[in-house]
């Protein structure tokens, strides 16, 4: 039995013996075995006439091998030759295009709207793709609105359709594509992975001024879910390393109804974007806060600080003493322990010698300064303040937020004797 394919071929050599292959030849094998991998050898070929392999591109084109096109061009060194292949696939591109037969949310219909077969403009699409970066004027510029367009709506659907993604397409559908990439993260479910395209996108591109309106676009929708953000909105957040978005890690970070893991992840980001210039609003967490929120701003102070951090932080503890006293009558105590052992523990790790900061901790003409420096002295193992401290012994202050009755001068002899 002879397969389709030798009939391909023998009639093949039929028409051509003596004779010049011609565009209508090629017909015969868009079904026939290895016709495809013809195709694309005839289109590269310089003894094919040029009407024979614009065909060839053209039928992988119609027959949706856009695979196929990215190494025939780039095997091809004849720029001319190049140029005629590129616009005269451009006919056939837009006419699969012009279908405007994509899969499509029906919202009436409750989900997607399927196309029987395959999808002539998703074909088109890719085809545009591969020939985008070998156009030149006017084709160029048709390949681009078509992928810009491909790109306008349905973005989730549309990014799993065909064999190139969304986030591949933007670098190639010229200037409207990150505009409407912004404009994903407003409806999408994935922003982080939204994020993520538009990077890759960015920087194909070299677009350095998108760093801006992707955080803009990322604080609206931010405000938009607060206080309950989505997992992936929030690893969006995250990622996001400019100052627009900074107005809202301001409100997250204050707000008393955001939940703990967002003030947390917030306050990462701020410190990452803002650095020194984070110091203000820490330090006025830690004057007013009077839970948690207060301590966990004055380790992020050590953190983007060291030295100055730790001393920023103990000066904006606040003199009243009703605020050392909550949650829990020994928060105070159990608290300035967790500091102290932070203090040790990050400016060892920035080559800062703590003990240094407990010398100055104890010079503080505020209570709660001196506290610390206490506290400190034990954490640290600060044995050359033990004269400083055996010489607060008689100090009556009382300690609020302790648990028991006791004064500063009681707390500054126990530890004097341990070290």
Request: proline content about 5%; aromatic content about 6%.
């Amino acid at each position: 039995m002879i397969t389709n394919w030798w009939w391909a071929a023998l009639l093949s050599l039929g028409l051509c013996v003596g004779c010049e292959r011609k565009p209508e030849d090629l017909e015969v094998w868009r079904t026939s075995e290895g016709g495809y991998a013809k195709m694309a050898e005839w289109a590269q070929s310089p003894e094919e006439s040029d009407a024979v392999r614009i065909r060839a591109v053209q039928i992988l084109i119609e027959e949706h091998q856009p695979n196929q096109l990215q190494p025939l061009l780039e095997a091809i060194t004849d720029e001319a030759m190049k140029k005629k292949l590129v616009d005269g696939a451009l006919p056939t591109v837009q006419a699969m295009w012009d279908k405007k037969d994509w899969p499509k949310i029906d919202a009436g219909a409750g989900g997607l709207v399927k196309i029987e077969g395959r999808s002539e403009s998703v074909g088109a699409k890719d085809a545009a793709y591969f020939l985008q970066p070998h156009a030149e004027g006017a084709s160029q510029t048709a390949f681009e609105t078509i992928l810009a367009q491909w790109m306008s709506e349905d973005q989730d659907v549309r990014d799993q359709l065909g064999v190139t993604t969304v986030g591949q397409v933007a670098p190639r559908a010229g200037k409207q594509a990150i505009a409407m990439m912004l404009k994903w993260l407003e409806t999408t479910k994935q922003p982080s992975v939204v994020v993520d395209k538009i990077a890759t996108a960015s920087a194909a591109d070299k677009n350095t001024e998108l760093d801006g309106a992707l955080a803009e676009a990322i604080r609206k929708r931010c405000e938009a879910e607060h206080p309950n953000l989505s997992p992936q909105t929030e690893v969006a957040m995250l990622k996001m390393n400019h100052e627009n978005i900074v107005p809202y890690l301001e409100i997250a970070i204050q707000d008393p109804k955001s939940p703990t893991k967002l003030i947390d992840a917030a306050m990462d980001v701020y410190a990452r974007i803002m650095k020194d210039r984070a110091g203000p609003l820490f330090s006025k967490l830690v004057a007013e806060k009077t839970d948690l929120l207060r301590w966990v701003s004055a380790t992020r102070l050590i953190e983007i600080r060291g030295k100055a951090g730790a001393l920023a932080a103990a000066n904006a503890l606040p003199l009243e003493t009703a605020s050392y006293a909550k949650p829990e009558d020994d928060s105070f105590k159990k608290e300035s322990e967790i500091f102290c052992n932070f203090v040790n523990s990050e400016l060892r790790s920035q080559d800062v010698d703590p003990t240094s900061v407990v010398a100055q901790f104890l010079g503080s003409s505020r209570w709660p300064v001196v506290v610390l420096g206490v506290q400190c002295a034990k954490t640290t193992g600060a044995k050359d303040v033990k004269e400083t401290l055996v010489a607060m012994s008689k100090d009556k202050t009382a300690l609020p937020g302790w648990g028991e009755d006791k004064s500063l001068g009681e707390l500054a002899a126990d530890i004097a004797a341990e070290l």
